[in-house]
């Protein structure tokens, strides 16, 4: 590999000219390393993570986050035992990801939560995290005595998470989600507007590929229009408009109108991700259905959408990313997620004309990569496994 | 045959759902609409459009606006300048795009790696941040405009505006330009002939050179028998006042770099998959007919990927377009800053954001069918 | 053709909104929202009642405020909220809930400010509004009792050699957008160039201030002011920047509430104006809980008994307030100087002198009417 660096002249011209730039870019970062101050992400980091979250409360949000690494953990562990059982049961061989291959898929996510948590000025939110990886592991390890019908349900395990995750933050005097925020909104939008999307944008799918020309006609103008308009518009839309839509004094929350408006936009994306799954299912599989007596109905639930729906994951990791990164838009409404509060925070009196913007923007940068980094880099390793696109 | 009862015959079953289907999309756009009228009735906001005949009452950064000029023009300057944010970048951030996905696969270490990193890092990162860092990190970090740096005396730079030299006209330019088209034609004609003179005889075409030197033969001869209306214009500094030059405000600059860069790390990743997309084949049998690799590269290989490569990078220019109402941000009068302007003066939001969707929807549209025609071309007979 | 389709469609949806309703219904609307106030009012008191009652109910007032302008509404790490027009939130509800410290603060932008008024979403917006005729037209908006008489003003760099807004020609000048100082700008301004640069928050603006990329800073005197206090002494101190004398417009800044609610209305302009009547009446947070004085007038005020012929009674000017709010409100939050005092008076970071914020008994714009 190296052999080529100097292969010829071209080449030689190429590497001294690249090098020369590399050193050049990593002696700057250095430079700058070096020389910043991270005061103002010490002072202000439960700003970033949770926004403007009652202090009194942190209790509730720190519940939430080990409801959540229980359910997670929950949900991996019968997915691990769903596949080992269909294989044993198929009588094909079952390879478990040993321990460091999942170390080796997911460390720059643990790297973030250390190189967080050495910005806090107490022990607590390390001791609190370490509780998080344990309440994890217990539930992983706890998965394994889980019942074999409920395995085969493992969305249940999702929904129970979900209705917890929410009782837990709000039930009995809670913090309402109009005081979500910082990366912890980041997050929850993210999770919350693709979960919603899903469906929708399924029918919106199916809708398009209808026979019925006025259902086609109907799905093709929803998914076209949406896709065609940048998703600020869709939020400005949610923020002042759609409350003129509900007659009377009753209103949503911002944060239930702008969920709203996100999950219009996300599921016309989706619809098309979906649609290409669709489009990836060999006609001879609709054929076969068929010749064996399947109503169109059966046809798509046991045949195509099973199919179709493995092929688009990886897809549908893509638009959770994308859906990751536009999360950052929600500024324009005043909600104030992670990117707002760095920004604001180097307009306080004290880090005010400090240039302190080329420190925290590079912070709050890292979140969102190591994010999509990660996540990209899962969509990929499925890709392989699944042979998608391989004939 | 006798035909089953109709309400289990398909054909009535299929009419009857179509018209269930339209009847409830149509029903909830009746309400919903009726609400929205009684809403804005109730609030003593207007109903229709009269409003964008009112007078907007704000200037617009770097335009002619004048606050008396009615909203409906307000907005048209906000659609030049994404036009303008359009226009400039697509071409910029196809090059940059094309040429960092072919430096991933070269085989050079170095160079590949160095493109990765790029790839890598941005495509992950939001544009909005991106933006924000271009603008406090590169654009704030230039001179402010009361000092600005005037570097080889061509250029005026500012973190508030960044003008340099242009070409102005003067009389006789209307002459001039028929003459530059003529020359034009001559040149395609030139080369054309040369091209087919050289697959009778074998010769080389010089066909370049040929068209080339007659071109600048005639755009010379022309340009001096009308006088030279054509001059370079250098931007001048008067006080605080730019004449002549062309360039714009700092903020587009910032907003252009940024989601170049953007765009362009995901159209490197397109390319990078088109060309390995390409049969193997085809680089072996250029290999055996002994083209080198910039020929190999440019005559069988990039003409294949990109007819692979374009279905996906219109889908990255359409990405482009509607990112650019990021701009909000740092404050360049795009089309959806001027929108929330008039909304935040009191103009009706629905109508506002409806007319705002609709320029977007304008953009994509165009795109899409501008460069859907070049795709329409570019595909293989019978596919 | 599909996408040619589609783009008919879109332009049929915006054509068919645009001819739908004829030129009278602009007339109309102006004259309707007279006709409908009335039936929204009594609709309004028949169906869910006054928002006095829902707040009530609720337990909470909803705040509308600023979350970073130091001095009227202003937020520091941990979240708590601090300020001119907040201590103004928190006297609403000590008058009508009883206890200062029931509101949910909510922090709005200010494009987004009317139409959260409007929905429903806050109760009460006390967020350095100006008062204008056309927000009181258009925005469905009833403003109150003024808190605050503040101008226009532009900030520069004291280096600059500007002393007035006439040697600004062809200069550039930061603003918010969505707010009445764009107008106010480009209306003083007139036919004179200079390139605004419009920005949707304070943040970004800052920044591109500091950077020089504007030469000129414009909002209200209080919030340059307070801007101008927190400088940083890095970049020159408070002294690098100067604020002009000329003030280019009239900006009263009170609290908004929503059209079509007159008891609500009176409600908070009374709370307002009892802060105002507390400080004539020289009642201060430490001695109105004490008082025991015979002045009738002062005893009426504060809802204390007071000695008639038959008994005693307790004033009730039939607000739908308890009768000693006027108390509540002074001893938890304060009079009106004091409320000034601890967020922009003269010991604060903003310095700001009453001026035409004065009692009108000290040559000010503040006067109650009666409690009578």
């Known amino acids: 590999m190296k052999k080529n660096l100097f292969s010829n002249w071209y080449n030689s011209v190429l590497t001294v000219v690249f090098g020369a730039l590399i050193l050049w870019v990593l002696y700057a970062l250095v430079k700058y390393l070096i020389g910043i101050d991270t005061e103002i992400i010490r002072v202000n980091l439960r700003l970033y993570m949770a926004g403007r979250f009652p202090s009194e409360q942190l209790e509730r949000l720190w519940g939430a986050i080990y409801v959540a690494t229980a359910t997670v953990a929950f949900f ?92 837990v933050l709000v039930a009995f005097g809670g913090v309402g989600w109009d005081l979500w925020q910082g990366f912890f909104v980041n997050i929850v939008i993210t999770v919350a507007g693709i979960s919603l999307a899903f469906p929708l944008g399924l029918m919106l799918a199916l809708g398009r590929r209808s026979t019925l020309p006025a259902v086609r006609v109907l799905s ?48 016309a994306y989706i619809a098309e991700v979906v649609r290409g799954g669709l489009q990836s299912v060999p006609k001879g599989q609709v054929e076969a259905a068929q010749s064996v007596g399947l109503s169109p109905w059966k046809t798509m639930r046991l045949v195509v959408l099973p199919q179709a729906l493995r092929n688009v994951i990886p897809a549908m990791v893509g638009q959770f990313i994308s859906l990751f990164k536009d999360t950052t838009l929600v500024f324009i409404v005043g909600l104030l997620d992670l990117l707002r509060a760095v920004q604001i925070s180097t307009a306080q009196p004290e880090f005010f004309a400090q240039g302190l913007e080329a420190v925290v923007l590079p912070f709050a940068a890292l979140y969102f990569w190591v994010g999509s980094y990660v996540m990209s880099r899962e969509s990929r390793r499925l890709e392989k496994k699944l042979g998608v696109g391989v004939r | 045959m006798k035909r089953p009862p109709f309400w289990r015959n398909i054909r009535v079953i299929r009419v009857a759902l179509q018209i269930l289907a339209v009847a409830v999309v149509v029903g909830a756009f009746l309400y919903l609409g009726n609400n929205l009228r009684n809403e804005l009735v109730e609030k003593g906001l207007p109903t229709d459009f009269s409003f964008l005949s009112q007078p907007t009452g704000v200037t617009i950064a770097d335009s002619d606006f004048d606050p008396g000029s009615p909203v409906w023009r307000a907005l048209l300057v906000g659609i030049k300048n994404t036009f303008l944010l359009v226009i400039v970048g697509i071409p910029f951030l196809t090059i940059l795009g094309t040429l960092i996905g072919v430096a991933r696969l070269s085989t050079n270490w170095l160079v590949a790696k160095a493109a990765m990193v790029y790839v890598e890092t941005l495509r992950n990162i939001p544009p ?33 505006k960044i003008m340099g030299p242009w070409l102005a006209s003067s009389n006789g330019v209307g002459a001039f330009l028929i003459i530059f088209l003529v020359a034009v034609v001559v040149a395609v004609v030139v080369g054309i002939w040369r091209t087919r003179y050289s697959e009778q005889t074998g010769a080389h075409s010089h066909r370049v050179v040929w068209s080339l030197g007659v071109f600048a033969v005639i755009v010379l001869l022309g340009y001096f028998l009308t006088g030279r209306p054509v001059s370079i214009s250098i931007p001048v500094l008067d006080g605080r006042v730019i004449t002549g030059g062309f360039g714009g405000l700092g903020a587009y600059f910032a907003v252009l770099i940024a989601l170049v860069m953007y765009t362009a790390s995901h159209v490197a990743e ?114 | 053709m599909k996408r040619l389709a589609i783009l008919v469609l879109a332009l049929g949806l915006v054509l068919a909104a645009c001819d739908s309703s004829s030129d009278d219904t602009t007339t109309t609307a102006a004259a309707d929202s007279g006709g409908s106030e009335e039936t929204t009012t009594t609709a309004a008191a028949a169906a869910s009642g006054s928002l006095l009652a829902t707040v009530q109910d609720r337990g909470t007032l909803n705040c509308g405020v600023n979350d970073a302008v130091p001095g009227f509404g202003f937020t520091d790490a941990d979240g708590n909220f601090s300020g001119f027009d907040v201590d103004y939130c928190k006297a609403v509800a000590a008058a009508v809930l009883g206890d200062a410290e029931a509101v949910t603060y909510r922090p709005l932008t200010a494009q ?26 258009r925005e469905g908006a009833t403003f109150l009792t003024t808190t605050f008489y503040d101008g226009q003003g532009m900030m520069v760099y004291a280096d600059s050699g500007i002393t007035s807004i006439d040697d600004m020609a062809n200069l550039s000048v930061c603003v918010l957008s969505g707010t009445t100082t764009e107008l106010n700008l480009a209306a003083r301004f007139g036919d004179t160039p200079y390139t605004p640069l419009t920005f949707d928050a304070n943040d970004q603006l800052q920044a591109a201030f500091v950077a020089g990329q504007c030469d000129g800073w414009t909002s209200d005197k209080s919030q340059l002011a307070g801007v101008r206090s927190n400088f940083p002494e890095g970049e020159g101190g408070p002294e690098a920047l100067v604020i002009l004398d000329e003030t280019f417009s009239k900006e009263p800044l009170g609290p908004v509430v929503a059209d079509g609610d007159t008891q609500w209305a009176q409600v908070v302009n009374w709370v307002v104006l009892a802060t105002i ?82 009692l009108w008994t000290d040559g000010g714009l503040l006067y109650s009417p009666p409690y009578r």
């Open chain 1, 76 to 167: 991996a562990r019968a997915t691990v035992r769903n596949a080992q059982t269909k294989a044993t049961e198929a009588g094909l061989d079952f390879e478990r990801s040993s321990w460091t291959d999942v170390v080796q898929r997911f460390w720059p996510i643990g790297a973030l939560i250390l190189f967080t948590l050495s910005f806090t000025e107490t022990i607590t939110p390390t001791l609190l995290t370490l509780v998080a990886a344990a309440i994890g592991l217990a539930a992983y390890w706890l998965g394994g005595m889980m019942p074999m019908w409920l395995i085969r349900r493992s969305w249940i395990i999702l929904v129970v998470g979900l209705v917890g995750f929410y009782a």
């Open chain 1, 220 to 267: 093709v103008t929803y998914i076209e229009f949406l896709r065609g308009v940048p998703m600020i518009t869709l939020l400005l839309m949610g923020a002042f408009a759609l409350g003129f839509l509900i007659p009377g004094d009753f209103q949503f929350s911002l944060f239930l109108r702008l969920l709203i408006a996100i999950t219009l936009f996300q599921s």
């Open chain 2, 128 to 160: 909005l941040l991106i933006i924000l860092f271009v603008f406090n990190a590169v654009i704030l970090q230039l001179p402010p405009p009361r000092d600005p740096a005037t570097p080889l005396d061509w250029f005026v730079i500012s973190n508030l």
């Open chain 2, 270 to 383: 397109i390319v990078r998959g088109s060309i390995q997309a390409v049969p193997k084949g085809q680089t072996e049998a250029a290999n055996a007919i002994a083209l080198s690799g910039f020929q190999r590269l440019r005559y069988v290989i990039l003409p294949q990927a990109f007819r692979i490569a374009l279905p996906p990078i219109i889908n990255q220019y359409l990405n482009f377009a509607k990112n650019t109402s990021l701009a909000i941000a740092i404050g360049f009068a795009e089309i959806t800053l001027v929108t929330f302007q008039a909304i935040g003066n009191g103009y009706p939001a629905p109508q506002l954001i409806l007319l705002l969707m609709g320029a977007y929807l304008l953009f994509s549209l165009t795109i899409s069918l501008l460069v859907n025609i070049l795709n329409r071309r570019l595909q293989l007979v019978g596919n």
């Open chain 3, 112 to 137: 987004q400010r009317f139409t959260a008024l409007q929905s429903g979403e806050i109760d009460v917006l006390i967020r350095n509004t100006t008062f204008t005729s056309s927000r009181d037209g």
């Open chain 3, 277 to 358: 009547t507390g400080e004539e009446w020289g009642l201060t947070s430490a001695n109105v809980a004490d008082y025991d004085g015979d002045d009738a007038g002062i005893r009426r005020f504060l809802g204390l008994e007071i000695e008639t012929d038959d008994g005693t009674t307790t004033f009730d000017p039939g607000l739908g307030l308890p009768t000693d709010f006027a108390t509540q409100v002074i001893s938890q939050v304060g009079n009106y100087g004091e409320i000034f005092d601890r967020n922009v008076g003269p010991d604060t970071a903003l310095g700001l002198t009453r001026g035409v914020n004065a």
